[in-house]
């Protein structure tokens, strides 16, 4: 029997914040704001789709972050230990120390967003990060945004990043009008919502068919498309026959119709979970 033990995975650092106040910002987006000493212990970073990791906790079990993850899976069952959910930040100021985080909403469903709805000023979250991967291309002659309601902080963030000349085009799909949100975007960026009205949330895609219709720009486009799974390979596609290279992509899928996060994230070690087929 081989002795070699592999190596200590070291645990994230949590950082605690608080709840001031929350917001209906639309029908489906709540906006949570945070604030207390923890914002500090957050690792800012230049890309405007910053984002950290959550755990959530049970209310019933009156745990108190942060936590001892290791000392918890020996008291508790698999199910009742705090679950790990991935968000976006809409802000983060370190020197006002306040952390906004707009959460998607539909109904029960999910750990994140009905936490969200409930959530009162003098709650609690334990968080790590931020991480991030994505800033526009200052040098692209212009950018293209798609997502869904998942991606609206990051799409928000990255349009009002933008130089006030610059040029692109956004697709926003979200449920109907009542939830679009105001974005402050350059006079030659074109924000068009896409509505579901009323169709299930990620059974189908708007968005394939509306970026394949679109009149292509003149010169390099810089891309960011976020959301489903399935419609982020539609897009893959689309990119594909207009020839936009790799490096020019951020293209990821933030969740999966049909599929619990927890599987969604398994997946994505699997060919099923991955966008790009190497």
Same mark, same amino acid.
Not at 48 to 56: E, M, P, S
């Given at each position: 029997?081989?002795?070699?033990?592999?190596?200590?995975?070291?645990?994230? #650092?949590?950082?605690?914040?608080?709840? =001031?106040?929350?917001?209906?910002?639309? /029908?489906?987006?709540?906006?949570?704001?945070?604030?207390?000493?923890?914002?500090?212990? +957050?690792?800012?970073?230049?890309?405007?789709?910053?984002?950290?990791?959550?755990?959530?906790?049970?209310? !019933?079990?009156?745990?108190?972050? /942060?936590?001892?993850?290791? !000392?918890?899976?020996?008291?508790?069952?698999?199910?009742? +230990?705090?679950?790990?959910?991935?968000?976006? +930040?809409?802000?983060?100021?370190? #020197?006002?120390?306040?952390?906004?985080?707009?959460?998607?909403?539909?109904?029960?469903?999910?750990?994140?967003?009905?936490?969200?709805?409930?959530?009162?000023?003098?709650?609690?979250?334990?968080?790590?990060?931020?991480?991030?991967?994505? !800033?526009?291309?200052?040098?692209?002659?212009?950018?293209?945004?798609?997502?869904?309601?998942?991606?609206?902080?990051?799409? #928000?963030?990255?349009?009002?990043?933008?130089?006030?000349?610059?040029?692109?085009? *956004?697709?926003?799909?979200?449920?109907?009008?009542?939830?679009?949100?105001?974005?402050?975007?350059?006079?030659?960026?074109?924000?068009?919502?896409?509505?579901?009205?009323?169709?299930?949330?990620?059974? #189908?895609?708007?968005?394939?068919?509306?970026?394949?219709?679109?009149?292509?720009?003149?010169?390099?486009?810089?891309?960011?498309?976020?959301? =489903?799974? =399935?419609?982020?390979?539609?897009?893959?596609?689309?990119?594909?026959?207009?020839?936009?290279?790799? *490096?020019?992509?951020?293209?990821?899928?933030?969740?999966?119709?049909?599929?619990?996060?927890?599987?969604?994230?398994? =997946?994505?070690?699997? /060919?099923?979970?991955?966008?790009?087929?190497?």
């Amino acid at each position: 029997m081989s002795t070699e033990t592999r190596p200590t995975r070291r645990p994230r #650092t949590q950082a605690v914040l608080t709840v =001031e106040r929350t917001e209906q910002i639309a /029908p489906h987006l709540v906006r949570v704001y945070f604030g207390g000493a923890g914002v500090a212990e +957050l690792n800012d970073n230049a890309f405007t789709d910053k984002y950290v990791k959550i755990l959530f906790a049970d209310k !019933a079990l009156a745990l108190q972050p /942060p936590y001892d993850l290791e !000392a918890l899976r020996e008291q508790l069952t698999p199910e009742q +230990l705090p679950v790990r959910r991935t968000y976006t +930040l809409r802000k983060l100021d370190a #020197t006002a120390q306040e952390v906004v985080i707009d959460f998607v909403v539909h109904g029960d469903e999910g750990v994140a967003g009905p936490w969200a709805v409930a959530a009162q000023p003098g709650d609690q979250l334990a968080m790590s990060g931020a991480g991030g991967a994505y !800033a526009p291309d200052p040098t692209a002659d212009w950018h293209l945004f798609a997502g869904d309601d998942t991606a609206v902080p990051a799409i #928000t963030s990255a349009i009002e990043a933008l130089p006030r000349d610059a040029v692109g085009v *956004a697709f926003v799909e979200v449920d109907s009008p009542a939830d679009e949100v105001a974005i402050d975007a350059p006079n030659e960026v074109v924000v068009t919502w896409l509505h579901r009205d009323g169709a299930p949330v990620g059974e #189908t895609s708007l968005l394939p068919a509306a970026v394949s219709g679109l009149a292509w720009h003149t010169g390099r486009v810089h891309v960011f498309a976020h959301g =489903e799974r =399935e419609a982020m390979k539609a897009l893959r596609a689309v990119f594909a026959e207009r020839g936009v290279p790799r *490096a020019d992509l951020s293209l990821s899928g933030y969740w999966a119709y049909g599929r619990s996060e927890d599987r969604f994230q398994a =997946e994505k070690r699997e /060919p099923i979970g991955q966008i790009f087929q190497d």
